[in-house]
């Protein structure tokens, strides 16, 4: 095993493209002794610390069409679900009570009055229940700076926009090339929620078809480019119903792209040391313990699902989704076991913040 280029890379912060392109795509022996140093290295800049958001999926109601998504527009076979505020309330407070110091409501994508204007009204309604102490993050697609301005006055600080792929040209593989798919319009909404005060996250997907080593490191430069605050990215699983279905034969197979999702989070951790990284779902769904590697080598981000257990089996992004038959205290008492065993401890009721936002922004 040669690991001199590898000790290199991590001891110059040689991370140009080739080199980027390079670890992600490591295998064997040399990948186990990369991920084992960032692992390392981690810890001794950012800490052992990582924090939970409670994820209340609580809609998958959906205008949009991605290629790759089981709850997309035209998947007449999935069965639409739209929780009411109380149960999303209750979830809320679960998690407050559940000492997870956040909270990530996510959905389909809808830009419609009356939904932008239950949102803000949850908003409230969240920061009064839980007297201001819950941090929340929301990941519901792309919307008006008005929007945007409006939801981050009513007490969202986060925000999870995913560029699915910073590829233009995969990007329109993946999704159909018309207004509601724009890739440049995607990029302007990650723009615009910087401006208006959020911690920014974005990410992509992993293992898509048409995709290799190199559009994963210009995924990573993008990130870095754009200065965003949180990545969230994980594997693509395929659905059945979905047309990127039909390449199905073309992909890494699906422990291959479990393992190069690590790298890229391992990755990432060298390129911005001090963002904060989530150990995506999607992981969970490939290796039962696959979110607890995730913060062994990288991650400092874990989002427990506290969505009410009747709905989780309808928010079928990809098959195989885990946890979709249990309650919210079974994934709540695993997990901090789980993240225990993987040597982290748990920042009990803090809001994790992501510490490069401070840094960005001045306010530090
Ligand atoms: N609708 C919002 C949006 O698209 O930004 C938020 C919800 S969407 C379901 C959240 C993320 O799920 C997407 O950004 C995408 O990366 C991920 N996702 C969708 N289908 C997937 C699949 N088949 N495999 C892995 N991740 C998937
Ligand atoms: Fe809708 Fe988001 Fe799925 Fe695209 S990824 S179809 S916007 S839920």
Redesign the pocket.
Known sequence: MSTERIRKIINNKELNRENLSYLIGLEGEERDYFLKSVGEEYVKSLGKKVFFRGLV?FSNY?T?D?Y????RKSNSHSERYDIDDKAIIDAAKFAHEHKYGSLVL????RSDKAFTERITSLLKKIKEVTKGELGITI????QSEETYKEWFAAGAHRY???I?SSNRDLYYKIHPEDEKHNFEARINCLRSLQKHGYQTGT???IGLPFQNYDDLADDLLFFKELNVDMV????????TE?P?YDFKDELWPIQRRFEVALNMIATLRLLMPDINIAA?T?LQAIDPMGREKALRYGANVIMPNITPTANRKD?T??ENKPCTDEGADDCSNCLSIRVEMAGREIGYSEWGDSKHFFKRTGKD
């Open positions: 999926e959906c949009k991605c790759y998504c089981g709850i996510q959905s389909g994508e990941s519901l697609g792309e999870l926009l995913r699915e990410g992509v997907m969230g990215m994980g594997p693509f699983i395929e659905h979905t990127l995506a999607a928010y992004l990809y």
